[in-house]
């Protein structure tokens, strides 16, 4: 459970950013009231992520005309793990269209955790959706390519777009995790024994531990996110990097399903699309206005970062971001409203 929020403007999903100011101050409030707490374990299934500094904690809000706000260790590199499967489902979707992503992959919450066998044979081989691991898999397989290679290339190209500088494969954390990712090669094979990917499964599930090492920060993320609430333009380069439906397929997925089994609690409390990575690493999607990326690695027993929900809580209400929240309209009845009697 989250904790109660100390005192801060509530502002609701409505117009636009405060100032620059405004905003600059409140991520160093977020930072500061989150910090707080030493609540949560780090990841240590994947001995590189057992070796991380608890301590570290960056937040980072990047706004759709290019602002880039920061705080902590906003700048600190770490492994972009499962956020990787938002911007890969976004490019796959890009190429092969909404449809045919969505009959092969799907969209539905499993309820189940994120690398669960379980939920692929109650659906007769079909990944529910892409933020599991199955579903992300699958859709890695689904990038265009000749080879794993090839498909590797494209995912580097593509997500380096999203976060608007050249992303580096951290080879520590990738072989670490090709170690120890077992049952990531049993789902494949599954996949592959349902009918469900076409490409060498074993492949695939090294060109997915490859795009889940690939480095970013916080600010990174806030970029990243930023791009997908910009309508799919990178808002610092000015790139285009998807379509705008593309944008918001990607945005509709991660409201239902970004943080697994706890999405609904996610929604109840931030009120916006999101998606954790086990190193550490949240983004946060505020469509038309910018997105809040974070980065600290102790989790809650879902995965999720502590300090970051905390962060991105304070951050969702105090600028007025959560989709959910609404108040009075303040400009009186229209003038043919009921009120005054009145027809068009």
């Known amino acids: 459970m989250l904790a ?22 409140l991520v160093i409030e977020a930072h500061a009231y989150a910090k707080a707490s030493t609540d949560g374990e780090i990841a240590t299934y994947i001995p590189r992520l057992a070796a991380v500094d608890p301590e570290l904690f960056g937040v980072s809000v990047a706004e759709v005309d290019g602002a880039v706000h920061t705080a902590g260790d906003a700048e600190v590199a770490f492994s972009i793990q499962s956020i990787s499967k938002a911007f890969v489902y976004a490019l796959v979707i ?60 494209a995912i580097q190209d593509g997500l380096s777009a999203f976060a608007g500088r050249r992303l580096e494969l951290d080879g520590e954390v990738y072989t670490s995790e090709a170690d120890t990712n077992q049952r990531n090669r049993a789902i494949g094979t599954l996949l592959q024994a349902y009918g469900r990917i076409d490409a060498d499964p074993l492949a695939a599930v090294d060109v997915y531990t490859r795009q889940c090492s690939l480095l970013v920060t916080a600010a990174d993320l806030a970029v990243m996110g930023a791009t997908l609430a910009d309508g799919g333009v990178n808002p610092v380069t000015g790139q285009r990097v998807v379509s705008a439906s593309v944008a918001r397929d990607t945005l509709a997925v991660l409201a239902s399903t970004g943080l697994y089994e706890r999405s609904g609690e996610w929604l109840f409390e931030i009120g916006l699309p999101g998606k954790s990575g086990v190193a550490g690493g949240i983004v ?7 997105a809040i990326g974070v980065f600290s690695p102790r989790l809650d027993p879902a995965g999720n970062s502590v300090r970051g929900q905390l962060a991105t809580r304070f951050l969702s209400q105090a600028l007025g971001l959560d989709v959910f929240a609404s108040d009075v ?8 409203s009921r009120e005054k009697g009145g027809t068009p």
Do not use: C
């Open 94 to 153: 890009e190429r092969l269209g909404h449809e045919a992503v969505r009959e092969r992959v799907g969209v539905n919450n499993t309820g189940l955790p994120f690398n669960s066998v379980v939920a692929i044979e109650l659906n007769n081989g079909h990944p529910m959706n892409p933020m599991v691991n199955a579903g992300a898999i699958a859709t890695t397989a689904l990038v265009p390519a000749a080879s794993a290679e090839e498909r590797w290339a």
């Open 284 to 290: 946060t999607v505020s469509p038309g206005k910018g």
């Open 4 to 25: 109660d929020l100390p005192p801060a403007p509530h502002r609701i999903s409505t117009g636009s950013l405060p100032g620059w100011d405004e905003v600059d101050r």
């Open 329 to 336: 309209h303040q400009h009186g009845p229209h003038p043919y």
